[in-house]
């Protein structure tokens, strides 16, 4: 369970529940500027998160071992200066990551694609505010 956002002063956790026993298997606090927008898991189970550091005026993509005790301090993937991540996929037969930038959220946004390294693989123009991913097996 993602909850929390830094713009709302509510610092940001990543909880792993145990749906077979309701249990709460831990919690990961964020760094309190970060604003986790976005989660996504990946077939190894693997789990990325998009992050707007607000006060920062940075954003990227974090890679978080469900099983891990703190967030990660370094980015997975980091977008460029002037860049709005917004969405956040994981395309399940190649576990490539797709992130969209929603610029100024007037213009047009793009869509970026990364293999499982981080290394960006392709990226083409979208609609204003592209959010979400759907992939068709």
């Known amino acids: 369970v ?4 830094s713009y709302f002063g509510k610092t940001a956790t990543l909880t792993h529940l145990d749906l077979n026993t309701n249990q709460i298997l831990n919690t990961i606090t964020f760094n309190p500027s ?12 693997d789990l990325f998160v ?4 607000y006060n920062n005026s940075r954003s990227g993509i974090y890679k978080v071992n469900e099983n891990a005790s703190s967030a990660p301090t370094n980015f997975f993937i980091t977008a460029n200066s002037g860049t ?10 190649t576990n490539h990551i797709f992130v969209s930038d929603a610029k100024d ?33």
């Open 2 to 5: 993602l909850a929390g956002n």
């Open 34 to 45: 970060w604003s986790p927008e976005r989660l996504a898991i990946n077939q190894q189970g």
């Open 50 to 53: 998009l992050v707007n550091d």
């Open 84 to 93: 709005y991540l917004y969405g956040l996929g994981i395309e399940p037969i």
């Open 105 to 137: 959220f007037t213009q047009n946004g793009s869509i970026m694609r990364y293999n499982t390294n981080g290394t960006l693989i392709q990226s083409w123009p979208a609609g204003i505010a592209p959010s979400s991913f759907y992939f068709v097996q």
